[in-house]
């Protein structure tokens, strides 16, 4: 079995050659390298591999796991990927570097009054749920345009991508192309896309972060 360290080795070099396939530049695309649920000794082996961009999907999690580890490594990069409640938008100011899941009013407004009162830069991704799908987290695609304009205009936010899920068990390539469309008659240039199972296509259609849980740590525990 492949250690940590072999799997980010051969994710690296596969990213640069579909970026490549793709003329795309290897350093427009960055490695998320997905740490939820793994615990602080799995973590440690991404970070000594030289990996520094993380995401977490819980505010509480993530604090339990990461202040000690950014004491040994402090240019870790934190991104929150999971639900936000407004109720926790202060630690998520202080803890995360980007929040990927903007989605609605009021949390824009709950992450614009925490950003003021810590005076910290925290950038924003806004998540759209690209399938339109009941259950799933994210604006809907036909409310993004006015929302990404609020969240820059009304709440004064560093609207810095898109983010988002396609749906289960369906091609995500004209999901990916669809969020592609939505940032860039926006103005928005982040594109984070594309997990363990379609991360080649997403690069392909101009993912800039790339989500990798399984990949590089294997088959989650079922419980997430
Ligand atoms: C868990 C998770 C991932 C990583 O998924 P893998 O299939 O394990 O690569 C990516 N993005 C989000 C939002 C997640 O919750």
Not at 118 to 144: C, H, R, T, Y
Request: hydrophobic letters at 40%; aromatic letters at 6%.
């Amino acid at each position: 079995m492949e250690t940590i360290p072999e799997r980010l080795a051969a994710i690296r070099l596969e990213m640069d050659r579909i970026a490549h396939r793709s003329s795309r530049r290897a350093q427009d695309i960055e490695l998320l390298c997905v740490s939820k649920t793994q615990d602080a000794s799995r973590i440690q082996q991404a970070l000594v591999a030289g990996q520094r961009l993380f995401g977490e999907n819980r505010v509480q999690e993530a604090q339990d796991k990461w202040p000690a580890l950014q004491q040994t490594y402090p240019d870790a990069k934190l991104h929150l990927i999971g639900p936000l409640q407004s109720n926790k938008a202060r630690q998520a100011v202080e803890l995360f570097d980007v929040i990927e899941t903007v989605d609605r009013p009021k949390i824009a407004q709950a992450l614009a009054h925490e950003i003021q009162r810590a005076g910290k830069a925290v950038d924003m991704f806004i998540e759209i749920n690209i399938g339109s799908e009941p259950q799933k987290a994210g604006i809907l695609p036909q409310n993004a345009d006015l929302f990404i304009k609020q969240c820059r205009e009304d709440y004064g936010l560093s609207v810095k991508g898109l983010m988002c899920i396609p749906p289960q068990g369906q091609q995500a390539a004209p999901y990916f192309a669809f969020l592609a469309q939505i940032a860039k008659r926006n103005e928005v240039t982040g594109l984070s896309m594309g997990m363990s199972a379609d991360y080649p296509i997403a690069i392909q259609l101009g993912a800039t972060l790339i989500r990798l849980g399984t990949a590089i740590f294997g088959e989650r525990a079922k419980i997430e």
